[in-house]
């Protein structure tokens, strides 16, 4: 039933009447009696007789005899509502989108088989010869894989049907959809069919597109919460039917019903779009392993970076590394150099005035100068999302609501980010001081200042409000905010990471890890060395994430933080649960919770809405009974009907 209820969270049985026997098949929607009241529900198996002893009631209807839920998907549901602490209705809402009575009236007629290509070997052609060798034939070039020692034997392994299993990570400047696309290709060759997810609609793109230059029209849909609800389900129901044999798209797709899957593939683990941030909050790549461990899936986890939660597949053998040898890395890698900050400005009055260190100014100037593109990363958007007293530098803050107060403009009086309040007459409650200084610069002030130190050179921004998808090339500077970076044509004569110091200094469990995420996805856009390409970040070139980008070596980095994770017991090398509530309701909560042996209460912290947190730690062996815990706990809560809610996080992506 579709009723998330903890203590609800089991199957019910009923009756079946002859009338609706026909269209009663496991996979479909239905509506039953419960507790007196109308409710929707999924038929999920039809058995001959019932174990339970009382009277059964019968179905009231069969709301569309589209089986929607899958077997295999309903198992998955199954696995990862346990997994999560949550309830199998919550997953499968997640799981299978909204019905539209319309599009499943739309006459349905089975697509044309594929046209013959020598490159790809279509499952349902048969191939001359048969057996794997033959499939082998028809495998896709390798291309862009042979770059890495264990790409071309990764394709095959797929083309030959069998499932490995690999963490890779990717070269700069390499078109990592293309190599996505090889290897969706070879999965087609092995008989089977694929499915990616992506962070977002500009990856998406990307790849949609290298798979329709590869595969032709027709042969793959996209899934993503942004089509709309009728074309979303228009896609959905091409999957389910088996009309297509390979499905792309966001988290939204985690759960698609893909005939035969043979491979599993997410693309930047590492970016926070990936996690859901509806109950169970379960994450896009937990998902995907979970299917290639029920279905024997081959599994390909890629990124610039790697997580933590990569290394650990590595280093358990549960996948193998993917990398490029180190002469290959030195021949495509850009040319990284750290910098100082506040010492280096005063060296230049043009590197002063666009807020820069000498040798990122040099840098920039340099580039245009040849005629080619520089892309400035900036952690923050908007003009001055961050201002401070002039005279004592203290932070200022709304004198209503205590939020921070910010510039959107030059010409802007202050106003506050929190309440919206303008803060006109501010005067400073530590000195009286009426004057304002930038705590921390926006993506917008920042593209002022350059467009002032570098006068004739077009200046373009790439943020929230617009986000470009690609810069010609010539000269310009092209100021943007991590994860909107356009790609330029022929790529980047330089990159400069600036304010490095916003993302490090963030109190996150994994600040160094996305600091690293964010520099190597900008630095990956810049030419190569031998052609010119340079990457200057201002940042102490002894921090380790510094490190690692001078080295394009995130493997050895997130080794690193898996280590120090391991030794100070924070996932993923510990299982992690958050309870969140009031501080009566989560004492209530875990009072009622069997916790496993070796568990560790930690907290309370504070919250959100006066609201307070607590952590509950065990090892990873214990993961299942944790969860199992907190699923039975919620569930005494929820029958006696406990009016506080609580809100259980397994593995959150935020700790404090």
């Not at 999965?187 to 992506?198: E, I, P, S």
């Not at 962070?199 to 949609?208: G, I």
């Not at 970076?485 to 790529?491: F, I, K, R």
């Not at 649960?577 to 009622?592: C, H, I, M, P, Y």
Request: aromatic share 4%; net charge positive.
């Amino acid at each position: 039933m579709d009723v998330p209820l903890p203590h609800l969270d089991r199957p019910f049985d009923y009756l079946v009447p002859a009338g609706l026997a026909a269209d009663a098949v496991p996979g479909v929607r239905v509506k039953v009696r419960f507790a007196g009241q109308l409710v929707d529900g999924w038929l999920l198996e039809r058995v001959d007789a019932s174990a339970h002893g009382g009277r059964l009631a019968y179905l009231e209807k069969v709301v569309s005899a589209e089986p929607v839920l899958a077997a295999e998907v309903a198992r998955l549901a199954r696995a990862v509502a346990d997994r999560y602490a949550g309830n199998l209705a919550d997953v499968l809402r997640l799981a299978v989108p909204p019905r539209h009575a319309r599009v499943e009236k739309e006459p349905h007629t089975a697509p044309e088989p594929p046209v013959s290509d020598p490159t790809v070997a279509d499952p349902t052609v048969p191939v001359p010869g048969g057996g794997p060798a033959a499939r082998r034939r028809a495998v896709p070039d390798p291309r862009g894989w042979r770059d890495y020692p264990a790409g071309p034997a990764y394709l095959t392994a797929l083309a030959d049907g069998r499932a490995p299993r690999a963490v890779w990570s990717a070269l700069a400047g390499e078109d990592w959809a293309a190599r996505y696309a090889d290897a969706v290709a070879a999965t087609l060759a092995g008989g089977r069919g694929a499915l990616v997810v992506v962070a977002d609609a500009r990856d998406l793109d990307r790849l949609d597109a290298a798979l329709t230059a590869l595969l032709g029209p027709g042969r793959h849909v996209t899934l993503s919460a942004a089509l709309g609800p009728a074309r979303r389900y228009r896609a959905f129901l091409a999957v389910r039917r088996g009309d297509v044999p390979v499905v792309i798209g966001t988290r939204a797709a985690m759960f698609a019903p893909v005939d035969r899957l043979g491979l599993v593939a997410i693309w930047d683990d590492g970016d926070d779009l990936h996690a859901e941030p509806r109950a169970p909050y379960p994450h896009a790549r937990e998902v995907l392993l979970t299917r290639a461990r029920l279905g024997e899936a081959a599994a390909l986890v890629g990124g610039w970076t790697r997580t933590a939660e990569g290394q650990l597949l590595v280093e358990t053998g549960w996948a193998r590394e993917v990398v490029a040898d180190r002469a290959t890395l030195r021949a495509r890698t850009p040319a990284i150099a750290p910098t100082g900050d506040d010492p280096q400005l005063a060296r230049d009055p043009g590197a002063a005035t666009a807020r820069l260190p000498s040798l990122a100014w040099t840098t920039a100037r340099d580039t245009l100068r040849a005629d080619a593109p520089v892309l400035v990363q900036v952690p923050r958007r908007g003009y001055l999302p961050s201002v401070s007293c002039a005279d004592c530098r203290t932070p200022a803050r709304c004198p209503h609501c205590a939020g921070p107060l910010a510039l959107r403009a030059a010409d802007a009086p202050p106003a506050c980010r929190w309440c919206g309040r303008v803060a006109a007459a501010y005067a400073c409650p530590q000195c009286g001081g009426r004057r304002l200084r930038a705590a921390v610069t926006g993506a917008r002030r920042t593209a002022e200042e350059l467009g002032r130190a570098f006068p004739g050179v077009p200046v373009r921004t790439s943020g929230r409000d617009e986000v470009l998808t690609d810069v010609p090339a010539g000269a310009s500077l092209v100021v943007a905010t991590p994860g909107a970076e356009p790609v330029a044509e022929g790529g980047y004569g330089a990159v400069l990471l600036l304010d490095s110091w916003a993302l490090l200094t963030r109190a996150d469990l994994r600040a160094g890890e996305e600091t690293l995420r964010r520099w190597l996805s900008a630095a990956a856009l810049a030419r190569p060395a031998p052609a010119g390409g340079k990457v200057v970040v201002v940042a102490d070139g002894a921090l380790a994430p510094v490190q690692a980008l001078l080295r394009w070596d995130p493997g050895w980095f997130a080794a690193r933080e898996l280590a120090e994770r391991r030794e100070l017991g924070f996932p993923p090398a510990v299982k992690m649960a958050s309870v969140t509530g009031g501080a009566e309701a989560v004492a209530d909560l875990l009072a009622q919770a069997r916790l496993p042996d070796g568990a560790e209460v930690l907290g309370p912290v504070p919250a959100d809405q006066d609201r307070e947190r607590m952590l509950v730690r065990v090892p990873r062996s214990r993961a299942a009974a944790l969860a199992e815990a907190l699923h039975t706990a919620a569930g005494v809560r929820s029958a006696r009907r406990a009016a506080d809610p609580v809100r259980l996080q397994v593995d959150p992506l935020s700790l404090f």
